[in-house]
């Protein structure tokens, strides 16, 4: 009896990364004709399909939304997830929830299973190690089978699929003014690596709202970090940076953190280090999560929406699977009369609480 | 072409509850013979096969485990999922997740979804409504028909499988033990019904500690939170809850919560009511996350090891998973062989923060 085979068990057999098999199964031009041709004889010696996603998809509807995220322990991926299914119970789509855990491999070998007959399409945000490596042939490959993807918060230009995304530069610009309207003089960011689109974002709007305000930007008040290891004592890193960089610049008076932990954990820094907020330090992030509302004082951010993200992406995908669905029961179907993709911005507000004036 | 059928769509044609069906499709005595008939009729009609777990499991190994859990905006959960992602990676599985939103249906279909040839076996733990209806077919059911359950945190006598718990019932007994040697007299409990198994240990915890200390218990002292509905404002009527609880009973200068949310709510009402935490009231928590570190004062808690607990069960589910492929390897099998259930208890402490004296 034949068993079935995953793209990691090719990839063992071979001695090559899953990423190898996955592009030469999908004939990218990256690997060379020997390595494809190789990769694709066992493949098919293994009764392996590329694109049994489309097959699938022809003989049955499963009713199922494939859900593929980063991180788990994330207050903010948990209410997308809120919303999607809210919207998939409503509609009578069920859902189903994948783990990338910020790994280009782990994405891959998600994607292929949950796309193994297992669901409709994919509601996704891309993982970090994706983003760095900017590879998305699995995405591509994917679309290109028949299998519609929404992407949502870390999105990018090479994909074209619908996308549903917070208004990140926005949210800082009005985050940042804020800032300046409360009388801050000297203000930081605190942000992520610059290959996390939201963070890039976010960055530029800090930069904007500066310059539009007649403010130079200080290379010295921004501080990014690197949260793209997986470290058992990440909290603790993070407060010793953060400590570090309030002590090398004690003007400090205002600070704007892209995510929420950013934020809670510099209001902690500083009260350490014997400063008052508002009054010596005022902070805003970013994010609408559970920590700024219990945090004492309770943290101003720019709310990022997450269950009206995730309410708005399982739209997309619902109606895109439905009017697929219309479409094949038609005898004479028309390609070019497929929807465009759309692009959903979610506006921001700052919402005011005690750690602005 | 004959599409594959769900128990939903079964259901939904012979205009029965989900429920139901998958009840007359495990032959059981709850349901009519004639409707049994009816729905097994149907189900062959359709192609339907009950007991396509089994075939699935000797035709291939997934190397995937299904989680199901109640809730995802919920941090313990998050941190039971790192747990078991940690020992499924490092043991070459992966993992899927679903959600049943505490429903006894959703948890069904979930459950019909996942084993349909996606996973290997089961992680969950039960959802609220099933707990309440104490109908556990499903469970064992699946288990019949082959496939492994651990069940974790929320677990039933009534199921033969392997569990994982942490020792609730002596967790609160520290608690309230904390308390009463902290000076308190009038030690309250924020609790929640009866049904949830984990909640019911705890109060048990509470009224033993009180009793072993000499200490009449008093039901006024004693609050019970329903919250198996899905309300919008859910923390706007805790806190009302609370706060009424509170001014019913001004004597009251120590609380034990049974989770977190209670216990932050708990210190927020205080607050308001004038009350300075620990000097006029001290508060006990129970659980590891990220609010209760957080929160100022921090809160004094009783450690739930979700990431233990999910690493303890991913090692349990595997280690039985790969017995029994050993065991399939034989030509001579001998079933009393099978390992026997084992329920893993593990053990809680105090973790001291600045909510007690």
Chains 1, 2 share one sequence.
Do not use: W
């Amino acid at each position: 009896m034949k068993k079935k085979i995953t793209l990691k068990q090719i990839a063992k057999e071979l001695d090559v990364s899953v990423s190898t098999v996955s592009k030469a199964l999908s004939n990218s031009k990256e690997i060379s004709e020997d390595t494809t041709q190789k990769i694709q004889a066992f493949a098919k010696l293994y009764n392996y399909k590329p694109n049994n996603i489309a097959l699938s998809l022809k003989n049955r509807k499963t009713k199922t939304i494939g859900i593929l995220i980063p991180e788990i322990v994330h207050h903010f991926f948990s209410t997308v997830i809120r919303g999607i299914e809210r919207v998939a119970n409503r509609r009578g789509y069920n859902v189903i929830v994948g783990l990338s855990n910020e790994s280009f491999t782990k994405e891959i070998i998600n994607m292929e299973m949950l796309a193994n007959g297992s669901i409709d399409g994919f509601i996704l945000s891309i993982s970090k190690e994706t983003l760095l490596k900017q590879d998305y042939h699995h995405f591509n490959a994917t679309i290109n089978q028949g299998m519609p993807i929404v992407m949502f918060d870390r999105v990018v230009n090479e994909v074209q699929c619908d996308k549903v995304i917070v208004d990140d530069f926005n949210g800082a610009v009005k985050a940042v003014k804020k800032l300046i309207e409360n009388e801050c003089k000297n203000i930081a960011l605190i942000t992520t690596m610059d290959y996390v689109s939201v963070g890039r974002l976010r960055t530029q709007g800090y930069l904007d709202a500066l310059q539009s305000s007649g403010i130079e930007a200080d290379s010295n008040l921004i501080l990014k970090i690197d949260d793209s290891l997986d470290v058992e004592n990440h909290v603790e890193v993070l407060e010793t940076e953060i400590a570090h960089f309030f002590k090398s610049n004690p003007s400090i008076d205002g600070v704007f953190a892209v995510n929420e932990l950013y934020a809670v954990s510099a209001m902690k820094v500083a009260r350490k280090l014997g400063l008052t907020i508002p009054d010596d330090m005022q902070v805003i992030g970013f994010t609408d999560g559970v920590l700024s509302k219990h945090a004492t004082p309770s943290l101003t951010t720019v709310s990022q929406h997450g269950q009206k993200m995730g309410e708005q992406s399982a739209n997309l995908l619902i109606d895109r699977l439905e009017a697929e669905e219309a479409e094949s029961e038609q005898y004479f179907t028309n390609s070019d009369q497929k929807r465009d993709f759309i692009k959903v911005v979610i506006e921001t507000e700052i919402i005011e609480r005690e750690s602005t004036k």
